[in-house]
Every structure is written in C-alpha cells, then in structure tokens.
C-alpha cells in the first residue's frame, strides 16, 4: 500500500461530461503530480502541485484543470470529456518538490462513451 | 520535447532465462529511478540511481546509470513468473522545478 488514496477507482461517463478525480497523498508529502496512461503512450504528466501551489505543467489540455486543497488532497477536473480522453489516471505523492521517488495511487480508470 | 526510449517495447520469455532493458534519452538526467507495474495497480520505485557509472543490485535486479548520466539499463537474472509486469524508467531533469521525463515502458512476461 503506498498510502496514496483515489477515488473513484472507475468511472464510466459520456462524451461532453465533466468528472472530478480525487487523491489524498501519503500522510506528510506536500507534493502531487497528476499523469495520464494510456496504452499507446505511457504515463504522460499532466500537472504538480506543491503545497497548495501549481509548481510545473506538462502536456494537460485546457479543458482538464487541478487544484490542491488547504488539507493536501487534490482534485482533477476534467470537462468537455472526448472518446480519446479515456485512459488510466493516476495521481503520485512525494514529500518534497525535488527528486524524490514518487509514490503511485492505484488510479482511477476513466472510460468515456 | 525530451524523449526516454525504453527498448525492447514487448518481452516474453521463459523461467530461469536473463534480460537486460535499455532506456535511453540524449538528455542529461540529474538522477534516475525505475518502476515496475503490476495490472491494476499504480508504478511502484525499485531504485534510484544519481551518479554516472553507478551500479545497483536488488536481489537479481541490476541497474546501471550510464557515465554521461543520459541512459541506464535493468538487468534481471534467472527471471521468474513474479516478475511479470511494466518496467517503467524516469529521468529526473532540474531546470527551475525537478521534471520526472518517463519512459515508454517495456512490457515482460515471463512464462513458468
């Protein structure tokens, strides 16, 4: 168990919808990174936080957005949802924003219809 | 666009044979670690490796950070069905904020 919580663990949804993924970190780490899996890509990086605050963005689509709450836990918002958007998401938790190995929750499986 | 190939893509071998996996960027990276991925459950860390050249053993997993810190290698000995799964590498770059660059995954199943 890395102690990293998502939920829900699926979620089934239509085309045009919006869905809101959540994920507690590990007790003590003040960074969560967002990533997108799917099969032909690998796990592509969508947003970090640290504390509260975006610290770096990678490839995230305007129509996705993230936040990180006051209690750490953090929220991705994805709208406008296309077929193409179904994928694994996963979100990871370090203690710091620097190297330290991130540790996996066990993702949300997104499936849009 | 900073790029980390993972080579070979798919392996499936039998019990008891050797392997090596390759991931290679022509980015310097400031560390690199390695995960692997079970079905159904997020990447979990094997090992970190910083300095160019060092070696890493973890029972019959061998890893290898390249001296110009830009590749690395997983060796894995007498494979056995448990380690079947998606070996993931990620380069950590520093430039401003600490980036983790994954790679494209190599996919192993060893048959019993």
């Known amino acids: 168990d890395s102690g990293v919580t998502q939920t829900p663990k699926h979620l089934i949804t239509a085309t045009g919808q919006r869905v809101t993924l959540r994920c507690s970190p590990r007790?003590?780490?003040?960074?969560v990174y967002w990533y997108q899996q799917s099969l032909d890509q690998g796990l592509q990086f969508l947003i970090q936080?640290?504390?509260?605050?975006?610290?770096a963005k990678g490839n995230i689509l305007e129509r996705f957005s993230a936040q990180q709450f006051p209690d750490l836990h953090s929220e991705l918002n994805l709208s406008s949802l296309e077929l193409g958007d179904s994928a694994l998401y996963f979100c990871?938790?370090?203690?710091?924003?620097?190297?330290?190995?991130?540790?996996f929750g066990n993702g949300t499986r997104l499936t849009v219809t | 666009t900073q790029l980390l190939e993972q080579s070979p893509q798919f392996l499936s071998i039998q019990e008891g044979e050797n392997l090596t996996v390759y991931c290679n960027s022509s980015s310097v990276f400031s560390s690199l670690q390695w995960y692997r991925q079970e079905p159904g459950e997020g990447p979990v860390l094997l090992v970190t490796v910083v300095t160019g050249g060092e070696v890493k053993k973890l029972k019959r997993l061998t890893f290898q950070f390249g001296d110009a810190r830009k590749d690395s290698s997983l060796h894995i000995t007498a494979a056995q069905p448990g380690d079947t799964g998606l070996y993931l590498c990620?380069?950590?770059?520093?430039?401003?904020?600490?980036?983790?660059?994954f790679g494209t995954g190599t996919r192993l199943k060893v048959l019993a």
């Open positions: 007790s003590g780490d003040l960074s």
């Open positions: 990620a380069g950590v770059t520093v430039s401003g904020t600490y980036k983790y660059i």
């Open positions: 990871a938790s370090s203690p710091r924003a620097d190297n330290s190995p991130l540790h």
């Open positions: 936080y640290y504390n509260g605050e975006e610290r």
